[in-house]
């Protein structure tokens, strides 16, 4: 079976710097993803880890260990607009490209 | 960047119809689609893998005589919900990966009610 967890919730403030951690158990991994979806829209892609370590871009980070089967997504000067929905989500399946998504983080950034 | 529409966007339909929803790559070959339902605050759960010219993949306790699914083109798949019911009411979201398959592209859902 396939199992991604990640927190249900976290709040932040605006400016301030956020980690969001991912676990997975997965039969198969090729990659692990991070989106950002909005209430009522479609996810939009964050970042792409497929080796080990830290990839970052703008504000986003995102860092893989497959040995802990470990991820997480750093955000820097949190913005109001960052607050969204965070989905992990890693691709099982090489040939098609299929992924198992985590539950998502809700991320709300105060003033 | 690559680009995948929906149609429609929102749907209400009566109980017992059938609603059909298009999932359209518009600047690149969609080798593969996937269809997502998603009930609210929830994740996106995969209904179905479709490739281009043959039979989709349906995961395991989704009906494939309820959900329809069609991969015509390189650029068009369907979904059509028959007999709907009200517990049908979802988002309904689709994506599309290219012959690289690197990422999703994913497009921008359809909420559907039945009423």
């Known amino acids: 079976g396939q199992n991604i967890d990640q927190p249900t919730e976290m709040t932040a403030t605006e400016g301030a710097i956020v980690q969001i951690n991912c676990t997975y158990q997965?039969?198969?991994?090729?990659?692990l993803f991070w989106y950002q979806q909005h209430a009522g829209e479609a996810p939009t892609f964050l970042s792409y880890n497929v080796l080990d370590g830290l990839e970052e871009k703008g504000r986003f980070s995102s860092f893989l260990s497959r040995s802990k089967g470990y991820s997480y997504l750093l955000l820097k000067e949190l913005q109001m607009k960052d607050s969204a929905s965070y989905l992990c989500?890693?691709?099982?399946?090489?040939?098609?490209?299929?992924?198992?998504f985590g539950d998502g983080t809700t991320l709300t950034v105060k003033p | 960047g690559a680009v995948v529409s929906q149609h429609p966007s929102r749907v209400i339909c009566k109980s017992g119809t059938s609603v059909k929803i298009e999932c359209r790559s518009l600047?690149?070959?969609?080798?593969?689609m996937f269809w997502y339902r998603q009930f609210p605050k929830q994740s996106l759960m995969l209904m179905a893998t479709s490739n281009e010219g043959s039979k989709a993949t349906y995961e395991q306790g989704v009906e494939k005589d309820k959900f329809l699914i069609n991969h015509a083109s390189l650029t068009l798949s369907t979904l059509t919900v028959t007999s709907a019911h009200p517990e049908d009411s979802s988002f309904y979201i689709c994506s599309a990966t290219d012959r690289s398959v690197y990422e999703q592209y994913f497009g921008p859902g359809t909420r559907l009610t039945v009423t």
């Open positions: 600047d690149f070959q969609a080798t593969t």
């Open positions: 989500a890693v691709r099982v399946d090489t040939n098609a490209g299929k992924s198992t």
């Open positions: 997965t039969s198969g991994f090729n990659g």
